[in-house]
């Protein structure tokens, strides 16, 4: 009898201490909402975008801290990158998977999408140097993509600028 009032006891303190600690997730959950809102906020300010709550802001935090990262002919550092470095770090470390290594490379791997069907994530690729794939970038939102310029290093720019326009070759989406 003195086990079974035990038990009773230790299932109704095992509960009750259950209950408590649901009814505080929620509570820790609004202030993650509130920073996640800010930082919305900061991208859509700092980039000129039109984010929501589906926005992946792990790939915008990457973005920004590599922001400014210097152009460097097959760099792959923070001291200095190139855009096929870059767009492959940023697909290891936000979508877990492999783009490729050279931008002509990561073309053949993508699927070709129309430029009305670009979705953040998705590839721009760009012929800068002749009539072969030379640059590529990721495609952010409202017309802006990040890349690496050999003036800028890694930056945001538009796909409605004269020279994006004049050097856009075609988008891919990752498979």
Request: with cysteine.
């Amino acid at each position: 009898m003195n086990v079974r009032i035990v038990v009773c006891l230790m299932l109704v303190a095992w509960l009750s201490q259950s209950c408590k600690s649901s009814k505080l997730k929620p509570a820790k959950r609004e202030p993650h909402t509130h920073i996640e809102q800010r930082r919305l906020i900061h991208f859509n300010t700092k980039f000129e975008l039109t984010l929501d709550h589906t926005a992946n802001l792990a790939l915008y935090e990457l973005i920004e801290e590599w922001l400014g990262v210097p152009h460097k002919d097959n760099g792959c550092e923070k001291s200095g990158t190139d855009c096929s470095c870059f767009v492959k770090m940023v697909y290891i470390n936000i979508y877990n998977t492999d783009a490729g290594k050279h931008s002509q490379e990561m073309y053949a791997r993508t699927q070709r999408i129309e430029k009305a069907q670009l979705q953040e994530g998705d590839l721009v690729f760009f012929k800068t140097k002749g009539d072969k794939i030379s640059h590529v970038g990721i495609y952010l939102n409202n017309q802006k993509f990040v890349h690496v310029s050999t003036r800028k290093g890694v930056a945001v720019n538009s796909l409605t600028e004269v020279y994006y326009q004049k050097t856009y070759a075609a988008a891919g989406r990752r498979p």
